[in-house]
């Protein structure tokens, strides 16, 4: 097992609003490990954007540990939290809404190199114009602003950006949600190509899960908030142990008349709870089929089922 990049114990983060606390992130922990993609998945709202912005100092959490290569982040030096900021960069959902409109492609591009780096304008402009057509752009891009790009290229601006400073992780939030089908594929085909060569990590978050099937080394479940399932991703997509993550691929379309989901439909009853309430016990005894009164007492802990596969509920291997 290589070493890990980033060990999260049991990160909480809060918002208040008025008078109630959303637990946005709610006891989580979990390593990635360096070379490996690990993805978040779940409903719009359970805390994968929330969890990965944390990760990365952009909110600060309410409670826990962030340690980056052992070291904890909140403890850092600031030129240690410098260091940390360059290392770990974002690509963002929307490729328009990230990008500066006042600002050319260059510019958005440079940004980062003129806070970290001691280079010369035209060693800038000499690396702009690699990363561009590392990204499969060329270099007349660099003087066009963001109104003037299609959303694939707006996007491969986005990596080219991120890439600038030569980061070991990247956080990547839905980096194809806004792009047509058609270029899709070419982006994670081109993440997929910069994380070979590079040696990237990648924090994936996203709701396809065919392609978080196709990209990731491993995949974590979310639900409000908490991790409900973790495992090695052929592990998860062959046996899903908790009841959210089977309705979560039962309700994959597929065009496969073989596909055992087809017939297995695993239908949610219910309501969500209330982000803003405190839930005693699971807090998806609530829509689960198989909920008992234990689960609605005490909440289940995240324990490991089977070798390196883990799962929060208490009726595993019982339904």
């Not at 492609?105 to 702009?128: C, D, N």
């Not at 590079?198 to 396809?208: E, K, P, V």
Request: proline share 5%; charged share 20%.
């Amino acid at each position: 097992m290589p070493d890990a990049l980033f060990q999260v114990k049991n990160l909480k983060k809060n918002f208040h609003r008025g008078k109630s606390v959303i637990h946005a992130v709610d006891d989580v922990s979990f390593s990635i490990y360096q070379g490996e993609t690990l993805s978040l998945v779940g409903e719009s709202g359970c805390g994968k954007t929330t969890c990965a912005r944390t990760l990365l100092g952009v909110y600060e959490p309410t409670a826990g540990q962030i340690l980056w290569n052992g070291q904890e982040v909140s403890r850092m030096s600031r030129a240690e939290r410098s260091a940390f900021r360059r290392q770990n960069q974002m690509i963002f959902q929307d490729p328009y809404a990230s990008l500066d409109p006042r600002m050319t492609v260059a510019m958005s591009i440079e940004e980062g190199m003129k806070r970290h780096f001691s280079l010369s304008a035209a060693e800038r402009q000499k690396r702009t114009e690699e990363l561009l057509e590392t990204v499969g752009l060329t270099a007349e891009f660099a003087s066009r602003f963001p109104h003037e790009l299609s959303g694939g290229q707006r996007q491969r601006v986005g990596i080219a950006r991120a890439l600038a400073l030569e980061p070991a992780f990247l956080a990547c939030d839905e980096p194809i949600a806004a792009l047509d089908v058609s270029i899709q594929a070419q982006v994670i085909n081109l993440l997929l190509k910069l994380q070979k060569e590079r040696g990237l990590t990648y924090l994936m978050i996203s709701h396809d899960l065919t392609m978080v099937r196709h990209i990731s080394d491993r995949v974590a479940v979310m639900y409000l908030g908490s991790i409900v399932e973790l495992s090695d991703t052929e592990a998860l997509y062959e046996k899903p142990l908790h009841p959210y993550t089977k309705a979560l691929f039962s309700a994959v379309p597929s065009a496969d008349p073989e596909s055992r989901w087809l017939y297995n439909r695993v239908p949610l009853m219910g309501e969500i709870p209330n982000p803003g309430q405190a839930v005693s016990g699971c807090k998806f005894a609530s829509r689960c089929p198989y909920a008992a009164e234990h689960c609605r007492r005490a909440a289940p802990p995240l324990t490991e089922q089977e070798q390196g596969h883990f799962a929060a509920c208490w009726k595993v291997g019982v339904q």
